[in-house]
């Protein structure tokens, strides 16, 4: 259920407005939108976070990952000093790495010329005598005119070498000139190793910090909750005498806000949820749903305020193509395992952790069902028990049971066909109930649109599987639906009926486009029968290359390429999960109830760490 929100307004005092935020903060009940502002005082916690941030993560990864590192907890006048000392050693880590790559390029500048000293040059130079030095091809050199005086040197890097006596070159002679560095060769390579050995010193110096990440973290969270103190800061609303703010507020905790108000002596405004309003969005899971939650979070997908709440449709569809697209109960089992050990590690089963449980024992149950394990049709055979578990008409070794491949693929194409209808027309269903509670009468629209997907549903049976249909009968149901859509469609509250018709004929090519559209929604479904196939075939292929290794001193290798085989094809049916399962619940489900998923998840303004 998608919570109802009231807006709420907080009106005081405006000297009084900062210790109201900061009261506010604490009650962790008002979401608040703010728009991106930039302050002096913004800015500056800006740069110290990233400042603070950048030399956290600098340290953590010079951390050994296999060791834990014990915490030290700190003050705030011990970290501040613990910071400048951190972000001094990073400044200094910084002008060594820069002076280590410069040293290194003069150097290797200089490998060809020798080692000497510039300072000698220098010294010439003070007494009248200038050299410069080139590299230049022979022909070149040959050209040179003969008023130009120059020492010829040892051969630099396949180039003749020359020091010109007085003057450069003229530019139009085509010559290197070397531009003599501060430090001769020898003089280079010694710096080198000083900047190395203070880089490698700098580095265990930064590596001791590690016991402070947690202090890091904390004071990291402090800033993040300055930032946004400032931000709401700089949205408060008003005037000399009085300050106010905004924000909404989940219904269900208007009581608690009230009381929460009149304690602290604060005017304040509830109304309802305007039509011009954006108010953030809080689903309330219904039990034993909410394991649903991980992958909305991984998604980062929230439903409109004034959207369907479908996590609950979603969790069982979803669950359903994970074990179908996946399709091997010996897989499942895999991932019952790695349900088990999350949870004896975690020492409790969060939502993710009953996810994996829910998820695993779903693609057991469809993998028994269709006598896949392992893709393996030995194991099958081997264990009677597991055969009386098959439904013939859709296993993925229907020559046991007596079926051809066709008759068996069959099946299950017509069942990936059954699902999908089933769900899209649930989207049809979900609508028109939304829709008859808003007293909306564009939910006879929604009533053809299911009309239209029942009757399609037939057209796609009789390309795909063969089976025969009254094709009239079907055009004319879908016709039925079709207009049912342009008379109703453009319907809603406070639109005249002609103004919604006129809207709906004008809009007449767009639904013909749309009602193809709903063909191809229920020949999507038919991905859940490739890619599970396809893992099968996978699987398949590598306990056949397998099957001729085990024997002898080949047996290590097959048991190599079982488990990477198989490892390689666990990743790519995950992979198949995000593109084609999630695909049909976001685009296909959602799609046809209109939906958009461009909610604001409610994040109320709230304390996330202990003041000091």
């Known amino acids: 259920m998608i919570v109802p929100m009231k807006k709420a ?17 604490k009650a962790g009940l008002l979401h608040i939108v703010t728009e991106t502002v930039q302050n002096e005082q913004l800015e500056s916690l800006a740069k110290a976070y990233d400042r603070m941030s950048q030399t956290r993560s600098v340290i953590a990864d010079l951390q050994d990952k296999k060791q834990k590192i014990g915490q030290q907890a700190v003050s ?40 000497f000293d510039p300072e000698d040059l220098r010294y010439l130079r003070q007494k009248g005598l200038e050299l410069f030095f080139y590299t230049i091809g022979k022909k070149d050199l040959a050209k040179l005119d003969a008023s130009i005086s120059y020492i010829q040197l040892a051969p630099v890097a396949g180039m003749e070498a020359i020091a010109t006596i007085g003057s450069p070159l003229p530019a139009e002679v085509s010559a290197s000139q070397l531009h003599v560095p501060e430090y001769g060769l020898n ?38 909750m300055a930032m946004r103190f400032e931000q709401v800061g700089a949205h408060l609303e008003g005037g000399e005498d009085l300050a106010w703010i905004e924000g909404y507020l989940p219904e269900p905790k208007s009581e608690a806000f009230m009381s929460y108000a009149q304690d602290h002596g604060w005017a304040y405004l509830l109304e309802p949820v305007g039509e011009e309003d954006n108010p953030p969005t809080l689903v309330e899971y ?56 999350l949870h004896a590690k975690a020492r409790k089963a969060n939502t993710l952790v009953m996810l994996i449980y829910v998820l695993s024992i779903a693609t ?59 769900q899209l027309s649930l989207a049809c269903i979900l609508n028109v109930v939304h829709k008859i509670r808003e007293k909306n009468l564009s939910f006879l629209a929604d009533i053809g649109w299911l009309i239209d997907i029942l009757a399609l549903y037939f057209v796609v049976l009789q390309l795909v599987v063969g089976q025969p249909t009254n094709i009239s009968v079907v055009f004319a149901l879908v016709g039925l639906g079709f207009m049912l859509v342009v008379v109703f469609g453009a319907q809603g509250p406070g639109i005249s009926f002609g103004k919604g ?35 099968v075939a996978i699987a398949q292929s590598f306990n056949s290359m397998a099957g001729g290794m085990m ?47 461009t909610g604001i998840a409610y994040e109320p303004f709230a304390q996330t760490v202990e003041e000091n």
């Open 9 to 25: 307004y907080v009106v005081v005092q405006e000297h009084n407005s900062r210790s109201m935020l900061r009261d506010l903060r």
């Open 76 to 115: 705030d006048e011990a970290f501040a000093e613990i910071l400048e000392r951190y972000t001094g050693l990073l400044d200094s880590r910084k002008e060594h790495e820069q002076n280590l790559v410069h040293f290194k390029s003069q150097a290797e500048v200089l490998k060809g010329w020798g080692d």
């Open 187 to 224: 003089a280079l390579l010694e710096r080198i190793k000083q900047t190395e050995s203070a880089l490698a010193s700098i580095q265990d110096s930064l590596r001791q910090g590690g016991t402070y990440l947690d202090a890091f973290s904390h004071q990291m969270k402090r800033m993040e």
């Open 286 to 341: 219904r039990k034993g749903f909410g394991i649903i939650k991980p992958v909305f979070d991984i998604l980062g997908t929230v439903p409109g305020y004034r959207e369907n709440d479908i996590s609950t449709w979603f969790l069982l569809f979803f669950t359903l193509f994970f074990a179908m697209i996946i399709g091997d109960a010996g897989y499942g089992l895999v991932f019952l395992l790695a349900a088990i050990g």
């Open 364 to 422: 057991i149950v469809w993998g028994s069902l269709t006598g896949t394990w392992f893709g393996s049709k030995q194991i099958l055979l081997s264990l009677p028990l597991l055969q009386s578990l098959v439904i013939p008409s859709i296993s993925n070794y229907p020559e046991l049971f007596g079926l051809t491949a066709v008759e068996s693929q069959n099946q299950v194409m017509e069942l990936c066909f059954i699902i999908g209808t089933i």
């Open 501 to 535: 018709l006129a809207s709906g004929l004008g809009g007449f090519f767009t639904t013909f486009l749309n009602t193809i559209s709903a063909f191809s929604n229920i020949m999507s479904y038919i991905r859940l029968f490739a890619v599970g196939m396809a893992s």
């Open 551 to 597: 024997s002898g001193f080949a047996m290590v290798a097959g048991i190599l390429v079982l488990v990477i085989g198989h490892s390689l094809n666990l990743v790519m049916g995950l992979l198949s999960v995000v593109v084609h399962g999630v695909r049909l619940n976001l685009l296909e489900f959602s799609g046809q109830l209109g939906m958009e998923w």
